[in-house]
């Protein structure tokens, strides 16, 4: 059974950084593609960023780019998400997510593609 497991959210001001981690136990090869995605209260779940299997091949939001950083442990079977100049806007339950196979770089932002989720780790911005 595959699980997901985030970690590392937190209350901070704005400007603070903080680490996501995600750690993925149950899967037997790392040939799959790892993503971030956020809600916010009332809002739908958007798309933050992603890795291919091989982590040379990344995708961002528009809103998030050059600020945040995706990265993977395969042998550890992690995945990350460095956060930096975090705004207010960014609030929001951050959800990790693994597909059962990779994905080609440009669809690496839709949700419909992966197949396992985390519950979520909550990351509160203040201004």
């Known amino acids: 059974q595959v699980q997901l497991q985030e970690s590392g959210g937190g209350l901070v001001q704005a400007g603070d950084s903080l680490r996501l981690s995600c750690a993925v136990s149950g899967r037997t090869a790392s040939t799959y593609a790892q993503g971030w995605f956020r809600q916010a209260p009332g809002k739908e779940r958007q798309f933050v960023a992603a890795?291919?299997?091989?982590?040379?091949?990344?995708r961002y939001a528009e809103s998030v780019k050059g600020r945040f950083a995706i990265s993977r442990d395969n042998p550890g079977n992690t995945v990350s998400l460095q956060m930096n100049s975090l705004k207010p806007e960014d609030t929001a339950v951050y959800y990790c997510?693994?597909?059962?196979?990779?994905?080609?770089?440009?669809?690496?932002?839709?949700?419909?593609?992966?197949?396992?989720w985390g519950r979520g780790t909550q990351v509160t911005v203040s201004s």
């Open positions: 997510a693994s597909s059962k196979f990779d994905i080609i770089l440009p669809r690496l932002d839709l949700a419909s593609l992966y197949d396992y």
């Open positions: 890795i291919d299997w091989r982590g040379t091949g990344t």
